[in-house]
């Protein structure tokens, strides 16, 4: 990114990439939105930080994932405090079938260690094969099998503690 009408002309080429990335793995429009604006935003601020190591293509959405990641940890810390300071208010209605899996998701995202969370994407959200993970990460494909397993692992650990 040389200036800002450079980027404009990136905005407007890839922001509907980046804010449907966000959207899957947020959710929400709202928050997808506000993602897409912080990743560009960011980019405006610091053009250095795409170094040229892979496509730009490549690096937005690796940027998007870890924007979303961020996001949804920090909802995590806000629903903590919130519950702290509402403890014994009355809830809220249930949430239907299809936004209890959705919420189910984020909250595994969100409490697995960052590493994990963005190989569990690749490949269960994404359907990306370990070729084009290790390609994202920047690791072997290898590394990405032993990620994979360790989500499977952390997961299995997860449902144990829980019963």
Not at 13 to 35: H, K, M, W, Y
Not at 40 to 61: D, H, I, K, V
Not at 87 to 95: F, I, L, N, R, T
Request: glycine share 6%; proline share 5%.
């Amino acid at each position: 990114m040389r200036n800002e009408p450079e980027l404009a002309l990136i905005y407007r080429r890839c922001a509907p990439a980046v804010f449907r990335r966000a959207r899957q793995i947020l959710g929400s429009e709202v928050d997808a939105r506000e993602v897409t604006q912080d990743v560009f935003l960011s980019l405006l601020e610091r053009p250095e930080q795409f170094g040229g190591r892979s496509s730009l293509t490549t690096f937005l959405y690796r940027m998007t994932t870890n924007a979303c990641l961020s996001r949804l940890r920090d909802e995590r810390n806000r629903q903590r405090l919130r519950r702290e300071r509402l403890e014994g208010a009355p809830g809220a209605d249930a949430p239907g079938p299809d936004v209890e899996q959705q919420l189910m998701v984020q909250r595994a995202l969100q409490s697995m260690p960052p590493e994990l969370a963005h190989a569990a994407i690749y490949y269960l959200i994404d359907g990306l094969t370990h070729a084009e993970i290790a390609e994202l990460l920047d690791c072997s494909r290898r590394h990405v099998g032993d990620l994979l397993a360790r989500v499977q692992g952390w997961q299995e650990a997860k449902e144990a503690s829980s019963c």
